[in-house]
């Protein structure tokens, strides 16, 4: 679980060569944990304080304060705060037809995912920058975009280095579970017929996802419906009943009642707290300050 204030771009009105998608400020608790995930953005996140650990494609990282680390569109990744300092961090979600090219000119080449910063505090000064534009403006937009380069220009001039991440043997058949669920999620989804798909015992199936994930193969499809159904309802303004739909829920009834048990409120009002308007113009301080006084959450950043 995790404390989060959070900027979104609901529409874009400019076809820009990259976009401004959202950022925000996370504290987390300890062992507080996202994904596996697939998301359809870049997402950059600075780590500010504390610990935590990444998980991309085959590799495992140990961040901490002064690390950067990378999410590209299509990969499924994992993160999990430290139970002892868990981590506070920052990030910007971009994309666009520039956003690919751009990235390749910094420290994060193909298959580089994570690196130490020279200098994290020109990257929270630019998401720090973001807030005031929250209005739903073309002038609003003009000016993230804008941000958005500034903070991919601080990403070219970082003369830190990359870090390396430790390998880590994955059991194809729990990556070919987790897949098969993260593309059909939103459909009537059972053990038995993803052991079926797979061509497996089903117990089998479900000893070695648990085994290898930490988690039952039905927690998994759960965690994944509601964060899906978090980040719909921070970036679209479709119904709770259609976000509840889309997600594999076929009664609005059971997805408010699981969304309100996995995160403590209601999916209403966790899509009023992630409204823009109460968080333009404020300072690192009271970025830190709101934190502290909020409570804790699960959320899909």
């Known amino acids: 679980m995790e404390q989060a204030l959070f900027l979104k771009k609901e ?163 729990a990556v070919e579970a987790v897949e098969y669920i993260d593309a059909h999620y939103g459909e009537a989804l059972t053990v038995e017929g993803i052991a079926q798909h797979l061509a497996i015992n089903r117990s089998h199936l479900s000893r070695v996802f648990r085994n290898h994930m930490a988690i039952s193969l039905k927690e998994y499809i759960l965690g994944v419906r509601i964060n899906r159904g978090a980040f719909l309802l921070s970036q679209t303004d479709r119904s709770v009943e259609q976000i509840a739909e889309e997600v594999g829920f076929n009664s609005l009834v059971v997805f408010s009642r699981m969304f309100k048990k996995m995160t403590g409120e209601t999916a209403t009002a966790y899509r009023k707290r992630m409204e823009n308007d109460e968080f333009t113009n404020v300072s690192l301080n009271e970025i830190k300050k709101r934190l502290k006084q909020q409570a804790f959450v699960n959320r899909a950043t």
């Not at 994904?35 to 950059?44: C, H």
């Not at 020109?122 to 903070?151: G, M, Q």
């Open 11 to 173: 529409q874009h009105q400019l076809k820009n060569g990259l976009q401004f998608n959202f950022c925000g400020f996370s504290k987390s608790l300890p062992f507080h944990s996202f994904g596996p995930a697939i998301r359809q953005q870049y997402i950059l996140h600075i780590v500010m304080e504390g610990k935590g650990t990444y998980q991309v494609k085959n590799q495992q990282f140990h961040l901490k304060k002064g690390d950067l680390f990378l999410i590209r569109p299509g990969d499924s990744t994992f993160y999990l705060a430290d139970g002892e300092d868990p981590w506070m961090y920052c990030w910007l979600s971009f994309s666009g037809a520039d956003a690919a090219e751009l990235v390749s000119h910094s420290l994060f080449k193909e298959d580089q995912y994570t690196m130490v910063s020279s200098d994290i505090q020109k990257y929270i000064e630019v998401i720090l920058a973001c807030f005031p534009y929250a209005a739903e403006t073309i002038e609003n937009e003009v000016h993230l975009s804008e941000l958005a380069y500034r903070f991919l220009g601080v990403l070219l001039a970082d003369g830190g280095k990359i870090q390396v991440g430790e390998q880590k043997n994955y059991s194809p058949l």
